[in-house]
């Protein structure tokens, strides 16, 4: 039985130089062992021709053999419009004429009279959202109901920052301080459109703080809200701020979540 035993494991031995042996002439053909003892390819010496349809290039990396058809675009394209391949089977990219994101965003849950918001008539202090915008759209102004009129030279600053709490935020977008008499003259439920100083932008989906600044101690303008509460991620009547040019400043430190419900205003990026 020992012998047998002995013979056996002679046997396996042998097994295991063969296996080795073939292992060793696979890895002369252009493979090696990393530090882990694993298989790895050397691209300085693997043989990759361009009847294989990968080639290397002078640097010895990978180039795609594009004989075949690759995608070679973009062709002409327009800003902010999807792409699209030219025609059935196309391999170039070109523009499609269908924007990536919307021109116009009603946001809230449905327009309201009664349901109205107020200008914060505290000196330094501002209403303050915390509102999710799950739609892309590109905004340049914005367009809210004056529920009740402010025919004077106090001052509104209507403001969008980044929404993370915690975090120091900054302005995205806002009107600058525009005086009631300007846009916020006519009530009874007037439509009103202001500006973003900043031009045109891409509002992409995501979590975001709305702002309206008053500077003003009385008889404040009301906005028009929305017929029934939204679902807010943060929301203070009177959220302090250091104001800028008599409005928004450049950032906020967004405040700890607190889930409410609450009147917002009720408006249209566009």
């Known amino acids: ?16 130089l063969v296996a080795m042996a073939v292992a060793q002439y696979t890895l002369s053909n252009g493979l090696s062992r990393d530090s882990y003892g694993i298989v790895a390819a050397n691209m300085a010496t693997v043989n990759l021709t361009t009847s294989q349809g990968f080639p290397l290039d002078s640097s010895g990396r990978l180039a795609i053999d594009c004989a075949n058809g690759c995608v070679t675009g973009p062709g002409s394209s327009v800003s902010g419009d999807l792409p699209s391949f030219n025609g059935a089977g196309g391999s170039t990219l070109q523009d499609s004429g269908i924007p990536a994101s919307a021109t116009w965003l009603d946001w809230g849950r449905g327009f309201s ?3 109205t918001v107020a200008a914060n008539t505290t000196t330094s202090h501002a209403q303050l959202w915390g509102i999710v915008i799950d739609t892309p759209v590109t905004a340049s102004q914005i367009s809210v109901g004056v529920h009740t009129a402010d025919n004077s ?13 915690g975090s120091s935020d900054a302005l995205i977008l806002n009107t600058t301080a ?6 916020y003259a006519t009530g009874s439920d007037a439509w009103t459109t202001i500006p973003f100083t900043q031009g045109s932008k891409l509002i992409t989906p995501g979590r975001y703080y709305l702002m309206w600044y008053g500077n003003e101690n009385s008889a404040p ?8 509460g939204n ?29 409410t419900t609450s009147a917002t205003p009720h408006f249209v990026l566009h």
């Open 221 to 228: 303008a009301i906005l028009d809200g929305n017929n029934s």
């Open 231 to 259: 679902v807010l991620f943060y929301h203070l009547s009177s959220f302090s701020i250091t104001p800028a040019s008599g409005g928004c400043p450049a950032s906020i430190t967004g405040p700890a979540d607190g889930f």
């Open 1 to 16: 039985m020992k012998t047998l035993s002995t013979f056996k494991s002679a046997f396996l031995a042998v097994l295991v």
């Open 178 to 183: 525009v005086a009631g008499s300007s846009y």
């Open 153 to 165: 030279s106090n001052t509104y600053d209507l403001c969008l920052y980044y929404g993370v709490s």
């Open 113 to 115: 009279t009664s349901n």
